[in-house]
């Protein structure tokens, strides 16, 4: 327990704004950091919601850098295999987390461990974050949906059969719910009187297009022989038209708008990456693409260049 306290002690001191205090936590964990137990208490710390956001911030770094130093077998001073096994444990015990900043931290670290140990090492995982997204706990969905966001962009890359045996199955499990969940978001954003409401909209929205998008590229044989896949194109050819109707529609201030844009350009480049994957399976949407280009650049471009011309004369 002493050393335990010594390591928390450190990482309070690391945190300090005063940078003798700060050094001293410092070059504390770096004596620690190869040493045996170190990134099971770190993942204690993290777990540990009565500390300062801070501390439990900071453990969750220590463990990344640990994972890019020490975790593969081999390494020197590699982790041992029971200590990561804890460590992978604790993760998915706090995936629902509050604070935004330390949920960012966990997703990042999720994503670094499961690109090298999903699925051989951790197989847990991917259930776990199917079951997850689908939760009644929409902060439990957030977290889960943006940390699948991360693991699926990493497994979609992957090119060895067993690998993409796996994406293949995840995507037959998970797409049609993922399909829902994104377009019950994107006619929220637009029906939402809220802000606030809006942009956690745009914010799911967002996360589902990317999974969805790499789902579509990368988990069928053949995307237009799937209805779900099918049914994913169709509607972004109708809402993509929607959303620079509601671009058009914003004032130039309104805080949705980098929102907005965002979700608008992720269909587009789907639609692109579809295309480029997919030539022979993209050939029957070749003239609704060149419609909704020439919409893109002739309405929308045209309207917020003269939108912005119009902005910047008024000032005076």
Same mark, same amino acid.
């Given at each position: 327990?002493?050393?335990?306290?010594?390591?928390?002690?450190?990482?309070?001191?690391?945190?300090?704004?005063?940078?003798?205090?700060?050094?001293?936590?410092?070059?504390?964990?770096?004596?620690?950091?190869?040493?045996?137990?170190?990134?099971?208490?770190?993942?204690?710390?993290?777990?540990?919601?009565?500390?300062?956001?801070?501390?439990?911030?900071?453990?969750?770094?220590?463990?990344?850098?640990?994972?890019?130093?020490?975790?593969?077998?081999?390494?020197?001073? #590699?982790?041992?295999?029971?200590?990561? #096994?804890?460590?992978?444990?604790?993760?998915?015990?706090?995936?629902?987390?509050?604070?935004?900043?330390?949920?960012?931290?966990? !997703?990042?670290?999720?994503?670094?461990?499961?690109?090298?140990?999903?699925?051989?090492?951790?197989?847990?995982?991917?259930?776990? =974050?199917?079951?997850?997204?689908?939760?009644?706990?929409?902060?439990?969905?957030?977290?889960?949906?943006?940390? $699948?966001?991360?693991?699926?962009?990493?497994?979609?890359?992957?090119?060895?059969?067993?690998?993409?045996?796996?994406?293949?199955?995840?995507?037959?499990?998970?797409?049609?719910?993922?399909?829902?969940?994104?377009?019950?978001?994107?006619?929220?954003?637009?029906?939402?009187?809220?802000?606030?409401?809006?942009?956690?909209?745009?914010?799911?929205?967002?996360?589902?297009?990317?999974? =969805? &998008?790499?789902?579509?590229?990368?988990?069928?044989?053949?995307?237009?022989?799937?209805?779900?896949?099918?049914?994913?194109?169709?509607?972004?050819?109708?809402?993509?038209?929607?959303?620079?109707?509601?671009?058009?529609?914003?004032?130039?201030?309104?805080? #949705?708008?980098?929102?907005?844009?965002?979700?608008?350009?992720?269909?587009?480049?789907?639609?692109?990456?579809?295309?480029?994957?997919?030539?022979?399976?993209?050939?029957?949407?070749?003239?609704?693409?060149?419609?909704? $280009?020439?919409?893109? !650049?002739?309405?929308?471009?045209?309207?917020?260049?003269? &939108?912005?011309?119009?902005?910047?004369?008024?000032?005076?």
């Amino acid at each position: 327990m002493t050393a335990e306290r010594n390591i928390v002690e450190a990482l309070v001191f690391a945190c300090s704004q005063d940078p003798e205090v700060l050094k001293v936590g410092e070059n504390y964990l770096k004596e620690c950091e190869t040493q045996p137990g170190f990134y099971t208490t770190l993942a204690k710390v993290l777990a540990d919601r009565s500390l300062d956001v801070p501390v439990r911030w900071m453990a969750i770094t220590y463990i990344k850098n640990g994972v890019d130093r020490y975790w593969r077998p081999g390494a020197p001073h #590699a982790i041992d295999e029971d200590e990561k #096994a804890f460590v992978r444990r604790t993760l998915l015990g706090n995936v629902e987390e509050r604070v935004q900043q330390v949920s960012a931290q966990l !997703v990042a670290l999720i994503s670094r461990i499961a690109r090298t140990d999903c699925p051989d090492k951790w197989p847990e995982l991917l259930p776990f =974050l199917a079951q997850s997204v689908c939760s009644t706990s929409l902060l439990m969905q957030q977290c889960s949906l943006s940390c $699948l966001k991360d693991v699926v962009k990493a497994l979609a890359a992957r090119r060895l059969a067993n690998y993409r045996a796996v994406f293949f199955e995840l995507t037959g499990q998970l797409f049609a719910y993922l399909l829902q969940l994104w377009t019950h978001h994107l006619q929220n954003s637009i029906s939402q009187s809220s802000t606030e409401a809006v942009l956690e909209s745009l914010k799911m929205a967002s996360d589902s297009q990317k999974i =969805l &998008q790499q789902m579509a590229v990368h988990g069928f044989p053949r995307f237009n022989a799937s209805p779900e896949a099918v049914t994913f194109v169709e509607q972004l050819f109708q809402r993509i038209p929607a959303f620079i109707q509601l671009r058009k529609q914003l004032s130039e201030n309104h805080p #949705a708008i980098p929102l907005v844009e965002k979700v608008n350009a992720l269909m587009m480049k789907a639609l692109q990456e579809l295309q480029s994957h997919h030539p022979i399976g993209y050939v029957t949407y070749i003239t609704p693409t060149l419609e909704l $280009l020439f919409l893109h !650049v002739f309405t929308y471009a045209t309207a917020i260049a003269s &939108q912005n011309l119009y902005s910047q004369n008024s000032v005076p």
